[in-house]
Each structure stands twice: as structure tokens, then as C-alpha cells.
């Protein structure tokens, strides 16, 4: 057993977990709504503690981050559960369940995560995605923490549903933040992903005024987030909130797990593109294959492509050796570079 962080202690052996906005009440013997944090004789078992769902050395685009150390290879770890219940979750198989699910998992120590991390030449250091990392916090941190003292960047993967203790704890080891913003809408938030759209909101404008890179997602799903004024709206809260210069991926949707609504048209993802560079400097459609070079980065300024990418393979193209844009020489903005 692993005892958690984040919890108060009630009567009769029960637990109020303080990690997420859920602020789960956990009776002895039951978990919470994340599936992973289980209350045994009236102390809270970080049960995913050591558990490891996958482990492997990633492109960075993939994550997705484009403009944080944009080529480089990362070692990404997952582990199980998620505090959000997802009808079209992608990765369902181990956001959804619990450790007792998996017999067969693996168990690494922190330590020798981030040995494997060290060992592997030009590494840019750890990535926790695959299933929401805020779940299996306190392992998450111990690989962070020591990660950092060894030199190494982290970066993770999340929701952003956290409240503001185990966030500003996060905030001291994190270097780097890819959010999903699902929808601009609560009750989408409700009926979709059984939680709620403020705490995700406040999350992206803390991030923002601790000035960490910050990469946010938005799954566009036909009828239940794919209007044009309310994507407008959410785009128009990034540039106030978080900054023009912000990297939002418009991905398409396909349909997975509970959810069978019908793929989302290219055209779709194309018209939300066009609205979203109205407001923002970089926007990526993703989950489609064009050839009007819409993965690539291009200078705010005039126009210059700046990274070329094809599939994961990234090319700085158009920044010299001063971290200018190589035709106009303005400084490249909202992209960090060795």
C-alpha cells in the first residue's frame, strides 16, 4: 500500500479525497470515481502507485506538443484510471478500469523510469499521458521531481480537472502542459464526461499566469461540440486567457468506445480552423491528411514557414541560430527551442 495525498479523514471509516473537483466521499473498501484510489481501513491507497500500463519513447508531436522542444523523443509512461468518464474515450482499456483489471501489469519504481529516461542518448526527459497522470499523482511527482534533479523536462498529458493544492504542487516539477479542452459548454461536460468545464478552465489560467507552455486540445465531435459560435467563443477565450500565442489541435473525432455518432467531416475541422486563426497564431488540425501543409508552423509576423512536418517528422526549416524567424528576423514567438 501506497498512502495518497490530498484526503481528510470522516467518521465511521470514510474519506473525502481532495485530488480532483469530484471530492469523492469513499467508504472502507470502495474506490473513488477515478477507480484508483481506494479507501482500505480508513486510509486512501494510491493504488496505481509503481503500476505501469506502457512505457515507451514517443515523438514529441505526439503527445501533442508542437512548439516545446519541437523533433525531440521523449519517454512516455501510463498507468491506469481517469477521473473522467468519457463516452469517446480513445485510450478506454485503462482509463476505464482498475488495477485489479490488469494482473499481469508491470511495477517499476521511480527510479527506474527515470534511469530508462537517462540511458536513451538525446532524450528530452518524461512524458505522463496514455491515461490521465492527475490520478496517479504521487507517483507521477516522485518520477517528476527526481526526473528534474537529473536535468530532464516533464511534461503531461491531462485534462486539467485538478484542484488547487495537488496543481500547484504539480506547477514546481511540470514544464510543460498539453490540455484537453473538450468543449466550451458545461452541459457537454455533464453528459459527456461526467464532470465539469470551470475547474478545467481555471486550471489553463493558472498555468497561464505561471508562464508554462501550454498546448490545448479540442476533440471536435459532430452535434455535440462542432458549433461554429461557441468554437468561436472558446477560441476567443484562449487568446484573452491564455494567449494568441497558444497552440490549440483541432482533432477529428472517430467513433470509439460508447459513442457511435459519425466520424467529423474535413470540411468541419477546416471551417473551425479558419475561425480559429482569426484569433490565434497557431492552429493545427489534426486526425486528417491534407496537402495544403496545415501541420506546419508558420511566423505570426509574415507568413514564413518556420517547422515543416510530415507525419511525426519535424524540420526547423525557416528559425536561425538566433531563434528568429530566418526572413523577417522578428523572435519566433510560443515556441521553445534547444
Excluded at 230 to 249: A, D, M, P, Q, R
Excluded at 308 to 322: D, F, V, W
Aim: net charge neutral.
Amino acid at each position: 500500500m501506497h498512502e495518497a495525498s490530498f484526503y481528510k479523514k470522516l467518521e465511521n471509516q470514510q474519506l473525502n479525497c481532495h485530488l480532483c473537483p469530484h471530492y469523492c466521499k469513499i467508504k472502507d473498501g470502495k474506490r473513488g470515481i477515478c477507480r484508483v484510489r481506494k479507501n482500505v481501513n480508513g486510509e486512501l491507497d494510491a493504488e496505481t502507485y509503481g503500476v505501469v500500463s506502457a512505457l515507451n519513447f514517443d515523438p514529441i508531436e505526439k503527445k501533442p506538443l508542437y512548439h516545446y522542444y519541437p523533433g525531440s523523443t521523449i519517454l512516455s509512461v501510463g498507468s491506469y484510471g481517469c477521473n473522467l468518464s468519457c463516452k469517446f474515450c480513445q485510450n478506454f482499456e485503462i482509463s476505464q478500469s482498475c488495477v485489479p483489471d490488469y494482473v499481469e501489469s508491470r511495477k517499476y519504481k521511480p527510479q527506474t523510469v527515470v534511469d530508462n529516461a537517462t540511458a536513451k542518448k538525446n532524450n528530452l526527459g518524461l512524458a505522463y499521458t496514455y491515461n490521465e497522470p492527475i490520478v496517479w499523482f504521487e507517483y507521477m511527482y516522485d518520477m517528476a521531481r527526481q526526473a528534474k534533479d537529473k536535468g530532464l523536462k516533464n511534461v503531461i498529458v491531462t485534462n486539467g480537472f485538478i484542484t488547487e493544492e495537488p496543481l500547484h504542487q504539480l506547477l514546481t516539477v511540470m514544464d510543460a502542459f498539453a490540455v484537453d479542452l473538450k468543449a466550451f459548454h458545461e452541459d457537454f461536460y455533464k453528459k459527456q464526461t461526467g464532470s465539469s468545464l470551470k475547474p478545467v478552465l481555471e486550471t489553463l489560467k493558472t498555468l497561464a499566469k505561471e508562464n508554462k507552455h501550454i498546448e490545448i486540445t479540442n476533440l471536435i465531435i459532430p452535434t455535440l461540440n462542432d458549433d461554429a459560435q461557441e468554437f468561436e467563443e472558446l477560441v476567443k477565450w484562449i487568446k484573452n486567457e491564455v494567449g494568441e500565442n497558444t497552440v490549440l489541435h483541432i482533432s477529428r473525432y472517430f467513433p470509439v468506445y460508447k459513442l457511435n455518432i459519425r466520424s467529423t467531416p474535413v470540411d468541419t475541422l477546416l471551417k473551425l480552423d479558419e475561425i480559429a486563426r482569426q484569433h490565434l497564431n497557431y492552429v493545427f488540425p489534426g486526425n486528417m491528411h491534407t496537402s495544403k501543409g496545415e501541420s506546419n508552423t508558420y511566423c505570426p509576423d509574415c507568413g514564413h514557414e518556420l517547422i515543416e512536418r510530415s507525419g511525426y517528422y519535424t524540420n526547423l526549416t525557416g528559425i536561425n541560430e538566433n531563434k528568429q524567424c530566418s526572413n523577417c528576423k522578428s523572435p519566433v514567438k510560443g515556441i521553445v527551442l534547444k
